[in-house]
């Protein structure tokens, strides 16, 4: 499975479009969060599997050709394989049928604003929803209401009739009409039938997994359980997928036939809550024994590790998890606590956390590393924090 999820191979000492690019074959997605505590959980996957790299690598490959991503809902909000966006049309048409509450009560009480909204983008794009509201007149009781101008861009967007050319320095989606972000190569593609689109989705789920159960291939895209073990069987039957047994899983497994199967691997990687080797718990702690939540979401005085909680990768086991924030201005990087993993190592586990922090560090245009005494970790992370000359 790490060696699936592109984890393991020696990292390049320049990092270019190839290599991001590698990454995007692998994993299909990089999952979008906005919290920026640390840095923001989309740039932290090329990091964990390549090391330092300059983020405009994923702007570009994000906002402007040759357009490698683009943005939709995949695992979640998620810049997507550009190759995938045919696999996803289906998933838009549902989103237009669904006509779930809130897109009914927009349409309903602002008759013709999608349209307006619409032929603006079409006309100027690409627009920020609050480019859209600003460059009307808005008059008291008007239409030209902030919230359901947003709303109407996000319907549109659900529905993929606008989709994001990018993020503006507010982290603000860019809305643009589909033709003219898509490669036009991708964008006139037939779209597939919707058991098609699942198997084209079923099958990159399955690469980027290497081992899995039917319940975790449809998690990787948010697709249907109930078609998933549909789509095992016809992938077995094309001999993309085998049944395998994996000691101590007690549901049906398969593997990838053309997964690589490492003897051993190298790995030092600090982990974000939403990378696609963790963002599916129910397997974290089927594959790594390891029971995770962010904390973020729990109120303070019941958090257990932290805010915003990384999984340090060491090897073939998750070792620790830290807690980490950018203190910016101070220039520092905060290892608010750190915790050993069961079966752990301290003394080894905190060297070479160290050494992967202050890479973080350097990576960030950070010059500090410090360490609060918080965790049973802490004091030797500290230590050996301590103990590696500044980056």
């Known amino acids: 499975m790490l060696a699936a999820q592109g984890f393991g191979r020696p990292a390049p000492a320049s990092v270019n479009a190839g290599h991001l690019q590698r990454v995007i074959d692998r994993v299909g997605q990089?999952?979008?969060?906005?919290?920026?505590?640390?840095?923001?959980?989309?740039?932290?996957?090329?990091?964990?599997?390549?090391?330092?790299?300059?983020?405009?690598?994923?702007?570009?490959a994000?906002?402007?050709?040759?357009?490698?991503?683009?943005?939709?809902?995949?695992?979640?909000?998620?810049?997507?394989?550009?190759?995938?966006?045919p696999a996803f049309r289906f998933r838009m048409e549902a989103h237009r049928r669904s006509r779930d509450g809130w897109s009914q009560r927009l349409l309903a009480e602002h008759p013709g604003l999608v349209e307006k909204v619409y032929a603006q983008v079409a006309?100027?794009?690409?627009?920020?929803?609050?480019?859209?509201?600003?460059?009307?007149?808005?008059?008291?009781?008007?239409?030209?209401?902030?919230?359901?101008?947003?709303?109407?861009?996000?319907?549109?967007?659900?529905?993929?009739e606008l989709t994001s050319a990018g993020r503006n320095s507010a982290f603000e989606r860019m809305y643009?009409?589909?033709?003219?972000?898509?490669?036009?190569?991708?964008f006139g593609r037939p779209t597939p039938s919707e058991e098609e689109a699942r198997l084209i989705l079923a099958r990159r789920a399955a690469a980027a997994l290497g081992v899995f159960t039917p319940n975790w291939l449809a998690e990787y895209y948010y697709t249907d359980r109930k078609s998933a073990p549909g789509m095992v069987a016809q992938l077995v039957g094309s001999g993309e997928v085998e049944p395998v047994e994996v000691r101590g899983w007690t549901r049906p497994a398969y593997l990838w036939t053309a997964a690589a199967r490492p003897r051993r691997l190298h790995v030092d990687a600090l982990v974000a809550p939403f990378d696609?080797?963790?963002?599916?718990?129910?397997?974290?702690?089927?594959?790594?024994?390891?029971?995770?939540?962010?904390?973020?979401?729990?109120?303070a005085d019941q958090r257990v590790h932290g805010y915003y909680v990384y999984l340090f990768v060491m090897d073939d086991q998750i070792a620790a998890r830290v807690d980490l924030k950018a203190d910016r201005k101070a220039g520092r990087l905060l290892v608010q606590s750190a915790w050993l993993e069961d079966g752990a190592v301290e003394a080894a586990t905190a060297v070479r956390l160290a050494a992967e922090l202050w890479r973080m560090a350097a990576w960030l245009d950070l010059s500090d590393v410090v360490v609060v005494p918080r965790g049973d970790l802490a004091a030797a992370l500290a230590g050996a924090v301590a103990a590696i000359p500044e980056v």
């Not at 643009?176 to 991708?186: F, K, N, S, T, W």
């Not at 790594?288 to 939540?293: G, L, Q």
């Open 30 to 60: 990089l999952q979008i969060d906005s919290v920026n505590v640390a840095v923001r959980a989309h740039y932290m996957p090329a990091f964990a599997r390549l090391g330092g790299y300059d983020r405009e690598l994923l702007h570009r």
């Open 62 to 85: 994000a906002g402007r050709a040759p357009r490698r991503v683009f943005e939709f809902w995949g695992h979640a909000a998620a810049l997507i394989d550009v190759e995938l966006q």
């Open 123 to 160: 006309e100027r794009g690409p627009l920020t929803a609050r480019q859209v509201e600003h460059d009307e007149e808005r008059l008291p009781g008007g239409w030209w209401n902030w919230s359901a101008v947003k709303h109407a861009c996000e319907w549109l967007f659900y529905i993929g």
């Open 176 to 186: 643009d009409l589909p033709e003219r972000v898509i490669p036009a190569r991708v």
């Open 276 to 299: 696609s080797l963790v963002f599916d718990r129910d397997r974290l702690v089927e594959t790594f024994d390891v029971h995770y939540r962010i904390g973020l979401y729990t109120p």
